[in-house]
Protein backbone atom coordinates (compact mmCIF):
# COMPACT_ATOMS: atom_id res chain seq x y z
CA UNK A 1 0.00 0.00 0.00
CA UNK A 2 1.73 2.87 -1.43
CA UNK A 3 2.21 5.55 1.81
CA UNK A 4 -0.09 8.42 -0.39
CA UNK A 5 -3.11 5.62 -0.11
CA UNK A 6 -2.20 5.41 3.90
CA UNK A 7 -2.60 8.72 4.23
CA UNK A 8 -5.86 8.82 2.39
CA UNK A 9 -6.99 6.09 4.07
CA UNK A 10 -6.99 7.76 7.25
CA UNK A 11 -8.63 11.00 5.75
CA UNK A 12 -11.40 10.37 3.49
CA UNK A 13 -10.57 13.62 1.52
CA UNK A 14 -7.74 16.11 1.95
CA UNK A 15 -6.68 19.12 -0.44
CA UNK A 16 -3.01 19.37 -1.66
CA UNK A 17 -1.44 22.25 -1.50
CA UNK A 18 2.27 23.80 -2.14
CA UNK A 19 3.97 26.22 0.55
CA UNK A 20 7.25 27.94 -0.64
CA UNK A 21 8.03 32.04 0.10
CA UNK A 22 4.94 33.40 -1.54
CA UNK A 23 2.84 31.66 0.21
CA UNK A 24 0.57 28.72 0.56
CA UNK A 25 -1.03 27.52 -3.28
CA UNK A 26 -3.88 25.56 -2.76
CA UNK A 27 -4.21 22.68 -5.66
CA UNK A 28 -6.69 20.15 -6.36
CA UNK A 29 -8.74 18.43 -3.44
CA UNK A 30 -7.85 14.19 -3.66
CA UNK A 31 -10.36 11.03 -2.80
CA UNK A 32 -8.47 8.57 -4.09
CA UNK A 33 -4.85 8.27 -5.98
CA UNK A 34 -6.48 8.90 -9.58
CA UNK A 35 -6.93 12.20 -8.47
CA UNK A 36 -3.12 13.22 -7.80
CA UNK A 37 -0.95 13.96 -10.71
CA UNK A 38 2.10 13.02 -9.36
CA UNK A 39 4.06 14.31 -12.74
CA UNK A 40 2.16 17.72 -12.19
CA UNK A 41 3.27 17.44 -8.75
CA UNK A 42 6.64 16.43 -8.55
CA UNK A 43 7.37 19.05 -11.38
CA UNK A 44 6.57 21.93 -9.23
CA UNK A 45 8.06 19.95 -5.85
CA UNK A 46 11.83 21.87 -7.29
CA UNK A 47 11.61 24.44 -4.82
CA UNK A 48 8.08 24.14 -3.10
CA UNK A 49 7.29 21.75 0.08
CA UNK A 50 3.98 19.64 -0.77
CA UNK A 51 1.75 19.46 1.64
CA UNK A 52 -2.03 18.85 2.39
CA UNK A 53 -4.81 19.97 4.72
CA UNK A 54 -7.50 17.91 5.78
CA UNK A 55 -11.61 18.78 5.20
CA UNK A 56 -13.13 21.10 7.81
CA UNK A 57 -14.71 18.11 9.81
CA UNK A 58 -12.97 15.02 10.50
CA UNK A 59 -12.01 12.87 12.55
CA UNK A 60 -7.88 13.02 13.08
CA UNK A 61 -5.68 15.13 15.18
CA UNK A 62 -2.56 16.26 14.46
CA UNK A 63 0.98 17.27 16.15
CA UNK A 64 4.28 18.58 14.51
CA UNK A 65 7.80 18.76 15.44
CA UNK A 66 7.65 15.35 17.57
CA UNK A 67 11.50 14.24 18.15
CA UNK A 68 10.31 10.61 18.85
CA UNK A 69 8.36 7.66 16.37
CA UNK A 70 7.11 5.88 19.85
CA UNK A 71 5.94 9.08 21.59
CA UNK A 72 2.18 8.53 20.90
CA UNK A 73 0.19 5.99 22.51
CA UNK A 74 -2.40 6.22 20.17
CA UNK A 75 -3.56 4.91 16.60
CA UNK A 76 -2.24 6.99 14.60
CA UNK A 77 0.11 7.43 11.58
CA UNK A 78 3.55 8.60 12.71
CA UNK A 79 5.55 10.33 9.35
CA UNK A 80 9.10 10.65 9.50
CA UNK A 81 9.79 14.39 7.86
CA UNK A 82 13.47 14.87 8.85
CA UNK A 83 16.35 12.30 10.68
CA UNK A 84 15.20 13.80 13.84
CA UNK A 85 11.54 15.52 13.75
CA UNK A 86 7.91 13.89 12.77
CA UNK A 87 4.46 14.44 12.60
CA UNK A 88 1.64 12.34 14.31
CA UNK A 89 -1.98 11.92 12.87
CA UNK A 90 -4.07 10.54 15.23
CA UNK A 91 -7.13 8.78 15.03
CA UNK A 92 -10.09 9.80 17.19
CA UNK A 93 -13.64 8.31 16.68
CA UNK A 94 -15.60 11.34 16.28
CA UNK A 95 -16.06 13.66 13.47
CA UNK A 96 -15.13 17.11 14.69
CA UNK A 97 -15.02 20.20 13.50
CA UNK A 98 -11.54 22.39 12.93
CA UNK A 99 -12.31 24.53 15.91
CA UNK A 100 -12.80 21.79 18.27
CA UNK A 101 -9.86 20.04 16.79
CA UNK A 102 -8.14 23.28 17.47
CA UNK A 103 -8.74 23.33 21.60
CA UNK A 104 -7.93 19.58 21.70
CA UNK A 105 -4.84 19.99 20.24
CA UNK A 106 -3.74 22.79 21.86
CA UNK A 107 -3.74 20.30 25.13
CA UNK A 108 -1.67 17.45 23.42
CA UNK A 109 1.12 19.80 22.17
CA UNK A 110 1.70 20.25 25.90
CA UNK A 111 1.06 16.42 27.08
CA UNK A 112 3.51 15.30 24.18
CA UNK A 113 5.87 18.62 23.55
CA UNK A 114 4.99 19.43 20.17
CA UNK A 115 5.33 22.28 18.05
CA UNK A 116 2.55 25.14 20.13
CA UNK A 117 2.72 27.12 17.18
CA UNK A 118 1.36 24.26 14.87
CA UNK A 119 -2.28 23.35 16.77
CA UNK A 120 -4.57 24.75 13.75
CA UNK A 121 -7.48 22.01 13.04
CA UNK A 122 -6.50 22.96 9.44
CA UNK A 123 -2.55 22.95 10.11
CA UNK A 124 -0.94 22.12 6.55
CA UNK A 125 0.99 18.62 7.02
CA UNK A 126 3.60 17.46 5.02
CA UNK A 127 2.63 14.63 2.16
CA UNK A 128 4.62 10.93 2.32
CA UNK A 129 6.93 10.11 -0.86
CA UNK A 130 7.98 13.63 -1.42
CA UNK A 131 11.29 15.26 -0.22
CA UNK A 132 11.42 17.66 2.59
CA UNK A 133 12.95 21.30 0.90
CA UNK A 134 13.72 23.07 4.13
CA UNK A 135 17.09 21.26 4.80
CA UNK A 136 19.83 21.00 1.85
CA UNK A 137 19.51 17.15 1.89
CA UNK A 138 16.04 17.16 0.95
CA UNK A 139 15.00 14.22 3.33
CA UNK A 140 12.07 11.86 1.72
CA UNK A 141 9.30 12.57 3.92
CA UNK A 142 7.74 8.81 4.62
CA UNK A 143 5.91 6.92 6.97
CA UNK A 144 7.60 5.72 9.80
CA UNK A 145 4.71 3.81 11.56
CA UNK A 146 1.23 3.05 11.09
CA UNK A 147 -0.91 1.32 14.20
CA UNK A 148 -4.34 2.62 12.71
CA UNK A 149 -5.77 -0.80 11.82
CA UNK A 150 -3.93 -2.55 15.36
CA UNK A 151 -6.12 -3.56 17.44
CA UNK A 152 -3.59 -3.82 20.79
CA UNK A 153 -3.33 0.32 20.26
CA UNK A 154 -6.02 2.33 22.22
CA UNK A 155 -8.00 5.10 20.11
CA UNK A 156 -7.43 8.41 21.78
CA UNK A 157 -10.25 8.65 24.21
CA UNK A 158 -11.45 12.55 23.52
CA UNK A 159 -13.87 12.36 26.48
CA UNK A 160 -10.78 12.22 28.90
CA UNK A 161 -8.88 15.19 27.69
CA UNK A 162 -10.21 18.44 29.07
CA UNK A 163 -11.76 20.30 26.42
CA UNK A 164 -10.85 23.78 27.22
CA UNK A 165 -8.25 25.58 25.61
CA UNK A 166 -5.29 26.09 28.10
CA UNK A 167 -4.84 29.07 29.58
CA UNK A 168 -1.78 31.04 28.99
CA UNK A 169 -1.38 33.07 32.35
CA UNK A 170 1.16 36.28 32.26
CA UNK A 171 3.87 36.00 34.31
CA UNK A 172 3.68 37.93 37.23
CA UNK A 173 7.14 39.48 36.83
CA UNK A 174 5.81 41.53 33.64
CA UNK A 175 5.07 44.72 34.35
CA UNK A 176 1.52 46.42 33.81
CA UNK A 177 1.13 47.23 30.23
CA UNK A 178 2.20 50.98 29.38
CA UNK A 179 1.14 51.47 26.11
CA UNK A 180 2.73 54.89 25.69
CA UNK A 181 6.29 53.69 26.93
CA UNK A 182 6.61 51.52 23.74
CA UNK A 183 9.87 52.75 22.28
CA UNK A 184 10.24 49.79 19.47
CA UNK A 185 8.70 49.09 16.18
CA UNK A 186 8.11 46.31 14.33
CA UNK A 187 10.76 47.39 11.88
CA UNK A 188 13.09 47.53 14.44
CA UNK A 189 12.78 43.70 14.21
CA UNK A 190 13.13 43.22 10.83
CA UNK A 191 15.82 41.62 9.23
CA UNK A 192 14.27 39.82 6.07
CA UNK A 193 12.03 37.60 7.57
CA UNK A 194 8.73 38.95 7.84
CA UNK A 195 7.16 36.13 10.01
CA UNK A 196 10.73 36.18 12.30
CA UNK A 197 10.12 39.70 12.84
CA UNK A 198 6.28 39.22 14.10
CA UNK A 199 7.68 36.76 16.43
CA UNK A 200 10.43 38.61 17.79
CA UNK A 201 8.00 41.82 17.97
CA UNK A 202 5.87 39.97 19.79
CA UNK A 203 7.84 38.71 22.28
CA UNK A 204 8.97 42.29 22.70
CA UNK A 205 5.53 43.19 23.57
CA UNK A 206 4.62 40.46 25.68
CA UNK A 207 7.69 41.94 28.15
CA UNK A 208 6.59 44.96 27.87
CA UNK A 209 2.86 43.35 29.90
CA UNK A 210 0.81 44.46 26.70
CA UNK A 211 -2.46 42.13 26.27
CA UNK A 212 -3.16 39.80 23.59
CA UNK A 213 -5.95 41.54 21.97
CA UNK A 214 -3.41 45.02 22.00
CA UNK A 215 -0.43 43.10 20.55
CA UNK A 216 -2.90 41.28 17.69
CA UNK A 217 -4.13 45.18 17.15
CA UNK A 218 -0.13 46.40 16.79
CA UNK A 219 0.61 43.42 14.59
CA UNK A 220 -2.44 44.49 12.20
CA UNK A 221 -1.19 47.69 12.38
CA UNK A 222 2.55 47.82 12.11
CA UNK A 223 3.46 44.07 10.14
CA UNK A 224 4.60 44.17 6.56
CA UNK A 225 1.74 43.04 4.48
CA UNK A 226 0.67 40.71 6.80
CA UNK A 227 -2.89 40.34 5.27
CA UNK A 228 -1.17 38.96 1.80
CA UNK A 229 1.20 36.99 3.38
CA UNK A 230 -1.13 35.03 5.63
CA UNK A 231 -4.14 35.30 3.27
CA UNK A 232 -7.38 33.58 4.62
CA UNK A 233 -5.59 32.73 7.75
CA UNK A 234 -4.42 35.63 9.51
CA UNK A 235 -6.60 35.41 12.58
CA UNK A 236 -5.32 31.92 13.02
CA UNK A 237 -1.82 33.36 12.16
CA UNK A 238 -2.17 35.73 14.99
CA UNK A 239 -3.03 33.67 17.61
CA UNK A 240 -0.86 30.97 17.11
CA UNK A 241 1.94 33.20 17.04
CA UNK A 242 0.96 35.12 20.55
CA UNK A 243 0.18 31.59 22.05
CA UNK A 244 4.03 30.63 20.94
CA UNK A 245 5.30 33.64 22.15
CA UNK A 246 3.40 33.32 25.79
CA UNK A 247 4.72 30.01 25.86
CA UNK A 248 8.46 31.30 26.24
CA UNK A 249 7.16 32.38 29.88
CA UNK A 250 5.56 29.63 31.30
Known sequence: MSEIY?????????QLCLINEKGRILLNFATCLDDIDFKRLTKRNLNNGIYFMPAVESNVLFLDDLTAIDVIPYRSIIVQTSSKKFQAHIFIDKIMSAEQRTKLQRILVRRFNADVGATSGMQPRRLPEF??????????????????????????DISKIICEEPKVSQPTYLPKPNYSKKSKSWNDFFTGDASSADMRYVLYLCRQGWTDEAIKAQLLLESNNLYKRKSGHVEDYLDRTILKARSYFV
Open 6 to 14: QILSLYKSI
Open 131 to 156: TNQKYPERPLVKIAKNTIANSNVPVL
